[in-house]
T-cell receptor, first 115, second 113 residues
Framework: GAVVSQHPSRVICKSGTSVKIECRSL??????MFWYRQFPKKSLMLMAT?????????EQGVEKDKFLINHASLTLSTLTVTSAHPEDSSFYIC???????????FGEGSRLTVL | QQQVKQSPQSLIVQKGGIPIINCAYE??????FPWYQQFPGKGPALLIA?????SEKKEGRFTISFNKSAKQFSLHIMDSQPGDSATYFC????????????FGGGTRVLVKP
């Protein structure tokens, strides 16, 4: 299957700092990527849809200023958690949509711990 | 309208058994139904997917059964192995809505040796 790379896989930061997570589609160009958040033993919760060259579309209840999404190229989307707080600690997962088939391929996830 | 309900929440089978996971959806416009497998600390991996014009699809030991009239679909894992122990998620999406996936709640499957 297609490969989607996510970096970093783990990050620990102090409260009040900002953290950037990268999502790259390695073998196809993805005009659309999605960002999810997953709590322990829970399902994936869609945070936002990232569209190359345009603003991200956020799901209801997700703070746009808190979770900044940039889709700068057809292979890269970034999620920046700004002014992180302990309640932002979670597993963040991205997915990229293969344009020909519409299938979604997921990254390996990024574990964020805010102290 | 966008909900996908998955059951059971957890499942334990002996090696060689056939775990069956069920999902029910409400939005009849959904046109793509994938299943994902997730190991702890990893992202979900696409296992198998089906579209509503097909009632069954097999890929290796994994089979999806789809009942359009009942708005239900299920995953069967044939000859299950301990390495199949993972969390499985069903999902549904609609091309007209940008292929956004709506996930079920997940099923933790444990295959005992």
């Amino acid at each position: 299957g297609a490969v989607v790379s996510q970096h970093p896989s783990r990050v620990i930061c102090k409260s009040g700092t900002s953290v950037k997570i990268e999502c790259r589609s390695l073998d196809f160009q993805a005009t659309t990527m999605f960002w999810y958040r997953q709590f322990p033993k829970k399902s994936l919760m869609l945070m936002a849809t990232s569209n190359e060259g345009s603003k991200a579309t956020y799901e209801q209840g997700v703070e746009k200023d808190k979770f900044l999404i940039n889709h700068a190229s057809l292979t890269l989307s970034t999620l920046t958690v700004t002014s992180a707080h302990p309640e932002d600690s979670s597993f963040y997962i991205c997915s990229a949509m293969q344009p020909n088939t519409g299938e979604l391929f997921f990254g390996e996830g990024s574990r964020l711990t805010v102290l | 309208q966008q909900q996908v309900k998955q059951s059971p929440q957890s499942l334990i089978v002996q090696k060689g058994g056939i775990p069956i996971i069920n999902c029910a959806y409400e939005n009849t416009a959904f046109d793509y139904f994938p299943w994902y497998q997730q190991f702890p600390g990893k992202g979900p991996a696409l296992l198998i997917a089906i579209r509503p014009d097909v009632s069954e699809k097999k890929e290796g030991r994994f089979t999806i059964s789809f009942n359009k009239s009942a708005k239900q679909f299920s995953l069967h894992i044939m000859d299950s192995q301990p390495g199949d122990s993972a969390t499985y998620f069903c999902a549904a999406s609609l091309k007209a809505a940008g292929n956004k996936l709506t996930f079920g709640g997940g099923t933790r499957v444990l295959v005992k040796p």
